[in-house]
């Protein structure tokens, strides 16, 4: 056995790896490897057998002694003729003196810990299937990269064990110690009913038909580029649609959701013209009142902005209740001031 080692990232030195994925395109067949380094970081390097192959068949052994008459690693017509040299130089598992060098740069997740993964082309496009220890999975487009959706086929911190991805039915298989979950890659009715929201997906699994953002293998037609005509994006935003009002006790606490679609996306909330930042939390895009008063009452929108793209994700329109238990009218107020009057009195 002979071995070569695979370089990956200059400067970070990812080192360990912990996965390795095989994808067969035209030309030949390309290695994703899922490495981490001493930061704890995460990288995916991407070789192609080839430049392998040519690694293995020409570099130079790194050893001071290499046998004469034969190079190890090339196949014989008979084994049983091969010398004790050779065999002996075999036994000790010689490395080659060149390394294999990635197709491109290493793709870097600096904030993100992955144990397995898988690859899929699809559309031209070549996409990552990466579990997180968390529990989740990411699609995650290559080139460039970008991280489409995270899936939670189970409760987080359980920890996948494996994935199997069957790329025909497009289709991943994720195994936890005591279950396995079926990520169904194709969901695009989680990107809206848009053609700008299913444009900016970049979902390859995913088209616009002209009505729903539907699967690719369902719909062979894309077109993006009249997003913009009423036609090919009907509006299922709240504008023009009258907003129902919510009434919120007096000095109570109260606070506004807004769901945030996408984590690429930025969301700010509207007073009229005034705008607020968001609140962020696990629940979506906040806006807290602490304290309902008048000057709270009236019309909110939440907004979304994405690569141009701007719509209105909720409104709601505020107004202060004014339940008779808690109004305090002149003569209420008359009735307690004169009872505090009395105690004081008394006592």
């Given at each position: 056995?002979?071995?070569?080692?695979?370089?990956?990232?200059?400067?970070?030195?990812?080192?360990?790896?912990?996965?390795?994925?095989?994808?067969?395109?035209?030309?030949?067949?390309?290695?994703?490897?899922?490495?981490r380094?001493?930061?704890?970081?995460s990288?995916?390097?991407?070789?192609?057998?080839?430049?392998?192959?040519?690694?293995?068949?020409?570099?130079?052994?790194?050893?001071?002694?290499?046998?004469?008459?034969h190079?190890?690693?090339?196949?014989?017509?008979?084994?049983?003729?091969?010398s004790?040299?050779?065999?002996?130089?075999?036994?000790?598992?010689?490395?080659?003196?060149?390394?294999?060098?990635?197709?491109?740069?290493?793709?870097?997740?600096?904030?993100?810990?992955?144990?397995?993964?898988?690859?899929?082309?699809?559309?031209?496009?070549t996409?990552?299937?990466?579990?997180?220890?968390?529990?989740?999975?990411?699609?995650?487009?290559?080139e460039?990269?970008?991280?489409?959706?995270?899936?939670?086929?189970?409760?987080?911190?359980?920890?996948?064990?494996?994935?199997?991805?069957?790329?025909?039915?497009?289709?991943?298989?994720?195994?936890?110690?005591?279950?396995?979950?079926?990520?169904?890659?194709?969901?695009?009715?989680v990107?809206?009913?848009?053609?700008?929201e299913?444009?900016?997906?970049?979902?390859p699994?995913?088209?616009?038909?002209?009505?729903?953002?539907?699967?690719?293998a369902?719909?062979?037609?894309?077109?993006?580029?009249?997003?913009?005509?009423?036609?090919?994006?009907?509006?299922?935003?709240?504008n023009?649609?009258?907003?129902?009002?919510?009434?919120?006790?007096?000095?109570s606490?109260?606070?506004?959701?807004?769901?945030?679609?996408?984590?690429?996306?930025?969301?700010?909330?509207?007073?009229?013209?005034?705008?607020?930042?968001?609140?962020?939390?696990?629940?979506?895009?906040?806006?807290?009142?602490?304290?309902?008063?008048?000057?709270?009452?009236?019309?909110?929108?939440?907004?979304?902005?994405?690569?141009?793209?701007t719509?209105?994700v909720?409104?709601?329109?505020?107004?202060?209740?004014?339940?008779?238990?808690?109004?305090?009218t002149p003569?209420?107020?008359?009735?307690?001031?004169?009872?505090?009057?009395l105690?004081?009195?008394?006592?």
């Amino acid at each position: 056995m002979i071995y070569t080692r695979l370089f990956c990232g200059r400067g970070y030195e990812f080192t360990q790896m912990i996965d390795v994925a095989t994808l067969d395109t035209d030309n030949d067949s390309k290695i994703y490897v899922l490495f981490r380094n001493y930061w704890n970081m995460s990288a995916v390097c991407v070789y192609n057998m080839t430049e392998i192959s040519r690694i293995f068949s020409s570099s130079e052994f790194n050893a001071a002694k290499v046998p004469a008459n034969h190079r190890p690693g090339m196949c014989v017509s008979d084994s049983t003729r091969l010398s004790s040299e050779v065999l002996g130089f075999m036994k000790d598992r010689p490395e080659m003196k060149d390394w294999v060098m990635p197709e491109n740069g290493p793709l870097l997740f600096k904030h993100r810990h992955y144990t397995h993964i898988q690859v899929d082309r699809v559309r031209g496009h070549t996409v990552l299937l990466l579990s997180l220890e968390s529990g989740g999975v990411h699609k995650v487009l290559e080139e460039p990269v970008f991280v489409i959706a995270e899936y939670l086929p189970f409760p987080r911190g359980t920890h996948i064990t494996s994935m199997l991805l069957d790329a025909s039915e497009r289709r991943l298989y994720v195994s936890s110690s005591n279950e396995v979950a079926q990520i169904d890659l194709q969901r695009c009715h989680v990107y809206g009913d848009e053609c700008n929201e299913c444009r900016l997906s970049r979902d390859p699994y995913c088209v616009w038909d002209g009505l729903h953002c539907t699967s690719s293998a369902k719909s062979p037609f894309q077109d993006f580029t009249n997003c913009n005509k009423p036609e090919a994006a009907p509006s299922k935003t709240e504008n023009g649609l009258k907003t129902p009002v919510t009434r919120v006790p007096p000095s109570s606490k109260h606070f506004l959701l807004c769901p945030m679609t996408s984590h690429h996306a930025t969301y700010h909330w509207y007073r009229g013209k005034t705008r607020e930042e968001c609140v962020h939390s696990e629940l979506g895009c906040l806006y807290l009142i602490y304290s309902m008063n008048k000057t709270h009452e009236g019309e909110y929108s939440c907004e979304s902005s994405e690569e141009g793209y701007t719509r209105t994700v909720r409104q709601y329109k505020l107004s202060m209740s004014h339940s008779e238990a808690l109004r305090l009218t002149p003569a209420l107020l008359l009735m307690l001031t004169a009872s505090h009057v009395l105690l004081n009195i008394l006592h």
